[in-house]
């Protein structure tokens, strides 16, 4: 007969069983965090998850913390030989002569990315979404041979339609039509409208799409580039998506690129293995590659990041501008959270007599990362550096110019999902022109800002300062 002491007895060697398979999987997972070798700091943040939040930290580690960069979805030398392949059709002078003030960043971008110096584009910085999709679609309608379109946002609203229509229109008419999206970002988006655009003859896919054997690494990795290359001849990148925030939000504000001649061959690049990563056909022929006009003196270089590479290359390109600057080094950001040796480059260069400011939003779309961006400020602005916060806007644009002689425009923000996880693109501009432009753009928007003194900023609340340093555990996995 089963007794309460039988009863209770099972329960206790049940509790102990699920005691000691629970303390094996998290004796497990801390073994692979350590083993994985990252920062120490993305090691701390995730041996406290699962201290403080141990079952859902399991989860949560499996499902967007594994570092997956050594399982690259393409090989380094299958990636080299793709660049290879694409680079053979761009008629560019791999003997371009270099400016001595230019050549570590060059060298960098050469070493770490395989990116080449593009002559003689002609570029204009558009800081208007509404300036911007004018004349996104009427390049588009204009097109002739091919529309090659890549987007971590493409939202089914205002703007969807316009730039969906256009596509399905020129598709109609016989140009080749490619549309790439991230497929997390857009969970939202009803499956019939990509429907309609593949049965009017777009060939669209998505990128990075979960599935059973490879759930985590792929929901982890987000492709955050906006590309769209037209004819071979025009391009456009940068901050902006297709979404109405963009397009007619009077609240938002960001920053894209519209590149003609070389520039855009280099973005033609970044789309065909993009393309081919998603799971296409590589294309391969010189029909996309046409010769370039060449419109300026302007040199450019156009760099990816992400898990292709072995290095955090637009990471380390931005240390470099920044130990690099003589005089000044501006940036915007939406997002602000800095790894250690970004924080130490921008503390060397304010201490070094460099003028460094930051333009940040004054509330940005994410409530944890404000109070874990805004636990940085104290030490930078202890060194000198100056912080601004954008008040009538909410700034998303990713931008940075240094001496009146480099220019960064793109879509990496300065965090470490951007410069460690996602699939990011970055434009360098080396052109005193289009330098001080960009700065002029900055200092139009400083005009709406307001500074953040340290003084003041030292007399914050005690909860607001213990908030912010908890958040700030947490940022190198934001």
């Known amino acids: ?274 393309w081919y990563s998603s799971g296409q056909p590589f294309i391969d022929d010189k029909k996309y590659f046409p010769e370039a006009q060449m419109y300026s003196q302007n040199l450019m270089q156009i760099a990816t990041g992400g898990p292709y590479s072995m290095y955090h290359n637009l990471l380390q390109a931005t240390i470099n501008v920044i130990i690099g600057a003589k005089k000044y080094i501006y940036l915007q950001t939406p997002y602000f959270l800095p790894n250690e040796s970004l924080f130490q480059a921008l503390q060397m260069a304010v201490l070094s007599g460099v003028d460094v400011r930051l333009m940040v939003p004054e509330k940005s779309d994410s409530f944890l990362v404000d109070p874990a961006a805004r636990s940085y400020f104290q030490d930078l602005l202890a060194t000198g550096m100056k912080i601004y916060q954008l008040q009538d806007k909410f700034i998303h644009a990713k931008t940075l110019v240094s001496d009146d002689m480099v220019s960064v425009i793109g879509s990496a923000n300065l965090d470490f999902r951007s410069f460690e996880t996602n699939f990011e693109i970055n434009c360098y501009l080396y052109d005193p022109i289009l330098a001080k432009q960009n700065k002029e753009i900055f200092f139009h928007d400083l005009e709406k800002c307001k500074e953040i003194r340290y003084q003041e900023w030292i007399q914050r609340s005690k909860w607001q300062k213990y908030s912010e340093s908890v958040m700030r555990i947490f940022a190198p996995l934001m």
């Not at 960043?105 to 300036?131: C, E, H, K």
């Open 1 to 274: 007969m089963f007794s309460v002491f039988d009863f209770i007895f099972s329960l206790f060697n049940l509790n102990v069983f699920v005691f000691i398979i629970y303390t094996l999987l998290i004796l497990g997972t801390i073994n692979v965090i350590i083993s994985e070798n990252r920062s120490p700091i993305k090691t701390i943040a995730w041996l406290l998850v699962l201290i403080f939040i141990p079952i859902a930290g399991i989860f949560f580690f499996y499902l967007l913390g594994r570092d997956t960069r050594r399982m690259r979805y393409l090989s380094k030398k299958k990636y080299v030989h793709l660049k290879e392949l694409s680079f053979k059709h761009l008629h560019y002078n791999r003997n371009v002569e270099i400016l001595p003030k230019y050549a570590n960043l060059v060298n960098l971008l050469n070493n770490n990315n395989l990116s080449p110096v593009l002559q003689g584009s002609q570029v204009r910085i558009i800081t208007d979404g509404a300036a911007m999709f004018e004349a996104l679609l009427r390049d588009m309608e204009n097109a002739k041979h091919h529309i090659h379109i890549e987007y971590y946002i493409f939202k089914n609203d205002l703007a969807g339609q316009l730039v969906k229509e256009m596509l399905m229109k020129k598709a109609a008419e016989g140009v080749e039509v490619r549309f790439l999206y991230d497929y997390v970002a857009n969970w939202a988006v009803p499956s019939k409208f990509y429907r309609e655009i593949k049965a009017n003859d777009v060939e669209i896919t998505s990128m990075l799409k979960p599935r059973f054997f490879n759930f985590s690494d792929r929901l982890n990795y987000r492709n955050h580039r906006k590309i769209v290359v037209i004819d071979g001849t025009t391009a456009y990148m940068g901050g902006m998506n297709i979404s109405n925030n963009y397009y007619n939000n009077p609240k938002w504000r960001d920053t894209h690129l519209r590149i003609q001649g070389q520039g855009a061959l280099g973005l033609q690049t970044c789309f065909l293995i993009d």
